[in-house]
């Protein structure tokens, strides 16, 4: 197994491509980590459920592809299977899988073969192929899978911001800025934000972020901005688990109201617009 500090350096030495031409639709969220395990798709399908319900046509995007874990934690069958895509039995539209009032899932596969033997080139197709249905929808949050590989090759169809989430842990910070490196050499322009998760308090929330920060200003000329905080809250366990509802008739407590924030920033700064109607939606 290669460790970090290879997987870096053959990450910074591929040349960086020339993006291909956009069409029409909103730049994506990617939600990204260094490391799994830190709640990175939890923040990601409760903002896209924020999104909705503010009035955007939102979808959330299952970033890695063979590892279908969104379509589980909400308790939904996907309409289609995404390694139709590979023989052309199906359209990326046809995937779509409504969720809820204004949420649609884009999912990933599970244990698929065809999609394991995947080449990284192929990888970057299929999710080029996958990307032509953002112009349906206001909002588009992408979960864009734990690992370096995958946060890189997602983000470079179409993010319009990355959120870096951590745990104030020295190795999840690591893992972070590893991240951080890797996307700022590729990508210098895409603005990166950062999430603390599971702070005990604001000041250690403010200290880990502070750690990024200090290594980003003085090795990367970059600076990062702390867009949220969520704080240690025992009910995010069973809304993991399928047992309670992020957002519902009542509060799932402070991690919810957290990342409802967080939602609310991105509102603001125009990452979202409640623009496109639900008959945009299905083709």
Not at 131 to 151: K, L, M, N, P, Q
Request: charged share 25%.
């Amino acid at each position: 197994m290669k460790d970090q500090a290879a997987l870096l350096r053959q990450l910074m030495a591929v040349e960086r491509q020339p993006e291909p031409p956009r069409p029409g639709g909103p730049s994506a969220v990617v939600v990204g980590s260094g490391k799994g395990g830190v709640g990175k798709s939890l923040l990601a399908l409760g903002l896209a459920q924020v999104l909705a319900a503010e009035g955007c046509e939102s979808l959330l995007v299952e970033g890695n592809q063979n590892l279908g874990s969104l379509a589980v934690m909400l308790g939904v069958r996907p309409a289609g299977r995404l390694e139709d895509l590979l023989d052309a039995r199906a359209d990326p539209g046809q995937l779509l899988t409504r969720v809820g009032e204004r949420l649609w899932l884009l999912p990933g596969d599970s244990g698929a073969e065809a999609l394991y033997g995947l080449r990284p080139t192929e990888q970057a197709r299929l999710h080029q192929r996958l990307s032509t249905v953002y112009g349906r929808f206001a909002a588009v949050v992408v979960d864009g899978g734990g690992g370096i590989e995958s946060v890189v090759r997602v983000a470079a169809m179409r993010a319009g911001r990355l959120l870096v989430v951590v745990t104030p842990e020295p190795a999840a910070l690591a893992d972070g800025f590893a991240l951080i490196k890797v996307m700022t050499a590729q990508m210098r322009d895409l603005p990166i934000d950062i999430v603390v998760n599971r702070a005990l308090d604001d000041r250690e929330a403010r200290l880990a972020h502070e750690k990024l920060q200090v290594a980003a200003e003085r090795f990367l000329r970059r600076g990062l901005r702390r867009i949220g905080t969520i704080p240690e809250d025992a009910t995010m366990r069973a809304v993991s688990r399928g047992r309670l509802p992020l957002f519902g008739p009542d509060p799932a407590g402070p991690a919810a109201a957290a990342i409802r924030d967080i939602a609310l920033v991105l509102l603001r700064e125009g990452l979202a617009a409640p623009a496109v109607s639900a008959m945009a939606v299905m083709p």
